[in-house]
């Protein structure tokens, strides 16, 4: 069974800085994985996905993560944070378990922009 | 495009009552989710339903918690008699067919005295 691992529970960065989410996830296929982010008091909102087209994929507000098999990893990132960026993300993958596929997500990573 | 509609917003009550959450899901998506999230974790999958048929409901504690999407569209989810371990998030997802990406509603919070 596919699971899911978010390092940092919490992670903060100055406004402007590199903005650097990791996700390891545990599989011996090709997963198919995704990043969600949510803000106060809303649900998930899709950042972006991977399903077995390129490796380096690009979200929505600047966002990109990279599928690394080698590494079992599918870490987040953007160049430059904005406070606005301040949120939870969700690092989460299609599991399939008891003859179902469904998707399992990470805990959580918080980010906090600092001014 | 709405996107997945979920109500009430907020819910407040108190342990050994019932309480009942209603979904919407995007039109056309076929699949249709109930999640919880507790507070400091990831959303765990409660119930899927593809069409008016349960797919998933493996994590579904059954002798509280029950839900249906009898015409195949919106859903309700039921909690009675609900437990202080019950305060969380309720989520509502949906996908289109043949897609693994899931749309989120904006959940419910569940408070339970």
């Keep these: ?32 994985l995704f990043w ?11 950042l972006l996905k991977y399903t077995s087209a390129a490796t380096l994929v690009k979200g929505i507000n600047g966002f990109e993560a990279e599928f690394k098999k080698s590494e079992t990893s599918f870490h987040l990132t953007k160049p430059s944070a904005h406070m606005s960026d ?15 596929e469904k998707l ?7 980010l906090t922009v600092n001014p | 495009e709405a996107g997945v509609a979920q109500s009430p917003r907020y819910k407040i009550i108190e342990k050994r009552q019932s ?18 999230q507790i507070l400091g974790q990831g959303p765990k999958l409660l119930i899927q ?15 509280r918690f029950s839900a249906e999407r009898l ?8 909690i009675q008699p609900a437990k202080l371990e019950d305060s969380a998030v309720y989520l509502c997802a949906s996908s289109p067919p043949y897609s693994w990406t899931q749309y989120f509603g904006p959940g419910t919070r569940l408070l339970v005295l």
């Design chain 1, 1 to 32: 069974a596919q699971s899911v691992t978010q390092l940092g529970s919490h992670v903060s960065v100055s406004e402007g800085a590199l903005v650097l989410l990791r996700c390891n996830y545990s599989s011996s296929v090709p997963p198919y």
């Design chain 1, 36 to 46: 969600y982010v949510q803000y106060p008091n809303q649900g998930l909102q899709l």
């Design chain 1, 86 to 100: 301040a949120a939870e993300y969700f690092c989460a993958a299609i599991t399939s378990q008891g003859g179902s």
């Design chain 1, 104 to 110: 399992v997500f990470g805990k959580g990573t918080k």
């Design chain 2, 19 to 36: 309480v009942a959450f209603w979904c919407n899901p995007i039109s056309g998506h076929a699949t249709l989710y109930w999640y919880q």
């Design chain 2, 49 to 63: 339903f593809q069409n008016n048929g349960v797919v998933d409901d493996s994590q579904l504690p059954k002798d």
């Design chain 2, 71 to 78: 015409k195949g569209v919106d859903s309700t989810l039921k």
